[in-house]
Nanobody, 123 residues
């Protein structure tokens, strides 16, 4: 079983910065390999949307609304992903979810979600 644990949410004023982190851990004796790690967010009354994602060996992908303000980074050896959020806007307020596409041992790739961390940007 694999768990994703997020940290770093909170309250910040518009124009400020926050950094979110997520660590993947598991109990599989075979270990696990991550293909993609990223962040989604869901604002009240809205659907969950992709914020940024990073594929192993590939380029990062960002939502248009965060390009130039947010930066995703991964530590592949530590199975972690971070999201540096700068120039935050009130419309960035949402619950942010860590997401990973991974497999344990030689099993099938499966999507995992963290429980989410709340980011609130005040105007």
């Amino acid at each position: 079983q694999v768990q994703l644990v997020e940290s770093g949410g909170g309250l910040v004023q518009a124009g400020g910065s926050l950094r979110l982190s997520c660590a993947a851990s598991g109990t599989s004796e075979s270990g696990f390999s991550i293909l993609i790690m990223g962040w989604y967010r869901q604002a009240p009354g809205s659907q969950r949307e992709l914020v940024a994602a990073s594929a192993t060996g590939g380029a990062a992908n960002y939502a248009d609304s965060v390009k130039g303000r947010f930066t995703i980074s991964r530590d592949i050896a530590k199975n972690t992903v971070s999201l540096q959020m700068n120039s935050l806007k009130p419309e960035d307020t949402a619950v942010y979810y860590c997401n990973a596409l991974l497999r344990s041992g030689s099993g099938p790739y499966t999507t995992y979600w963290g429980k989410g961390t709340l980011v609130t940007v005040s105007s």
